[in-house]
């Protein structure tokens, strides 16, 4: 059974830094993407940032660019999303997902959520101002 577990997450003041991670269990880090999403309460659920493992092509949301880096160990079978220069409009609850079949990540498209099959349980990121 696929398995997503987040960490990292926590309160940082607004130019803070924090790094979440994404580890993966039977599943092949190798073959499928991984993204990270967000969602505020009341807000949709959107694409931060998206890795291919193929030709580690990504993609990343025009206001996290610059800011916040994907990346992967595959000996940990773990993602990571550093996020650097927090804002507080960086704060909700992320997730990271996969899909069951192939999905490209590039800047042409952000990730949608209805392709992505497996779910975390989600960390809060909260940044005060």
């Known amino acids: 059974q696929v398995q997503l577990v987040e960490s990292g997450g926590g309160v940082v003041q607004a130019g803070g830094s924090l790094t979440l991670a994404c580890t993966v269990s039977?599943?092949?880090?190798?073959?499928?993407?991984i993204a990270w999403f967000r969602q505020d309460p009341g807000k949709e659920r959107e694409g931060v940032s998206c890795?291919?493992?193929?030709?580690?092509?990504?993609y990343y949301v025009d206001s996290v660019k610059g800011r916040f880096t994907i990346s992967r160990d595959n000996a940990k079978n773990t993602v990571y999303l550093q996020m650097n220069d927090l804002k507080p409009e960086d704060t909700a609850v992320y997730y990271c997902?996969?899909?069951?079949?192939?999905?490209?990540?590039?800047?042409?498209?952000?990730?949608?959520?209805?392709?992505?099959?497996?779910w975390g349980q989600g960390t809060q990121v909260t940044v005060s101002s």
């Open positions: 997902a996969a899909p069951s079949d192939y999905w490209y990540c590039s800047q042409r498209a952000a990730p949608r959520a209805p392709y992505f099959d497996y």
């Open positions: 039977e599943f092949s880090l190798d073959y499928y993407a």
């Open positions: 890795f291919t493992s193929s030709d580690e092509s990504t």
